[in-house]
């Protein structure tokens, strides 16, 4: 079964970090750009950021930038997410999301997601 | 950055209804946009993409239509399974930006 799995969600102190990671399981993420989708409580969607197969092109929301890092490890199938000086408005339901091989961009596989509060 | 956005942000109807779901952009996406489905405490769910194409395995009931800066989903005959919130996504520019969600309610 193709699937996307995150882990590394967490409650957070304001100032701190956090890495999520997102793992590929059947099949290999080396192929597809990759993207980190977040969800606030009770919240819509808001994309986050952007990395392309060969981590030549990354793009982030201006919400998080300068402040999240995206990357990955094609070897290792996986994807991350390194959050740094949290804040309490970045808590929310962390999802990767794929972008699928060709021209089209519409997320077409979704991880479960995972929770990051961030809270003193 | 291009904004999305949808009407309406609540939406009551009953099972066999037709229900139209409304998206614009703020700027023209061409047909770079897509419709997914999120279900409480659940992932997102791509419905349709390029406006119109139905992702493999979605029933036949859901249709998307549109280009430019105005788009619409549409439910043909609701069914108890579709009671869900809907989000369209464009994908023209690089930040994906979503709408802010319609919620489709039990009346």
């Known amino acids: 079964e193709v699937q996307l799995v995150e882990s590394g969600g967490g409650l957070v102190q304001p100032g701190g970090s956090l890495r999520l990671s997102c793992a590929g399981s059947g099949f290999t993420i080396s192929s597809n750009s990759m993207n980190w989708v977040r969800q606030a409580p009770g919240k819509g969607l808001e994309w986050v950021s952007f990395i392309t197969s060969s981590s030549s092109t990354i793009y982030y929301a201006d919400s998080v930038k300068g402040r999240f890092t995206i990357s990955r490890d094609n070897a290792r199938n996986s994807l991350y997410l390194q959050m740094n000086s949290l804040r309490a408005e970045d808590t929310a339901v962390y999802y990767c999301?794929?972008?699928?091989?060709?021209?089209?961009?519409?997320?077409?596989?979704w991880g479960q997601g995972t929770m990051v509060t961030v809270s003193s | 950055d291009i904004q999305m956005t949808q009407s309406p942000s609540t939406l009551s109807a009953s099972v066999g209804d037709r229900v139209t779901i409304t998206c614009r952009a703020s700027?023209?996406?061409?047909?770079?946009l897509a419709w997914y489905q999120q279900k409480p405490g659940k992932a997102p769910k791509l419905l349709i993409y390029h406006a119109s194409t139905l992702e493999n395995g979605v029933p036949s009931r859901f249709s998307g239509s549109g280009s430019g800066t105005e788009f619409t989903l549409t439910i043909s005959s609701l069914q108890p399974d579709d009671f869900a919130t809907y989000y369209c996504?464009?994908?023209?520019?690089?930040?994906?930006?979503f709408g802010q969600g319609t919620k489709v309610e039990i009346k």
């Open positions: 996504q464009q994908y023209n520019a690089y930040s994906r930006t």
């Open positions: 999301a794929r972008d699928p091989v060709g021209p089209e961009d519409a997320f077409d596989i």
């Open positions: 700027q023209s996406i061409s047909s770079w």
